[in-house]
């Protein structure tokens, strides 16, 4: 059985190890490094509490939402986190 917890955070937990391969992962340069997947249009939002997200808008499908690629190393283990909302 796969058990999965979501959980928003006013204020995000530090990154473990030390950050790792997401460029720009604070959106503090804008969205350098993010790109769009699928035909959304994506734009840099701040909260009424000051946290900054990026919303997917003039969506079609499911799928259409920011983007990253990453190049993963074998034997290597990830720890990956992120909000859906």
């Not at 604070?26 to 249009?41: R, V």
């Not at 079609?60 to 990253?68: F, K, V």
Request: proline share 5%; with cysteine.
């Amino acid at each position: 059985m796969n058990a999965s917890i979501f959980q928003c955070l006013t204020n995000p937990l530090e990154p473990q190890y030390g950050g790792g391969i997401v460029l720009n992962p604070d959106i503090s340069e804008g969205l350098n490094g993010w790109s769009k997947f699928g035909d959304a249009k994506l734009e840099l939002r701040i909260s009424k509490d000051g946290n900054k997200f990026i919303a997917a808008s003039d969506r079609n499908a499911l799928h259409d939402s920011p983007s990253q690629t990453f190049f993963l190393r074998k034997g290597t283990f990830y720890v990956i986190s992120g909000n859906l909302f």
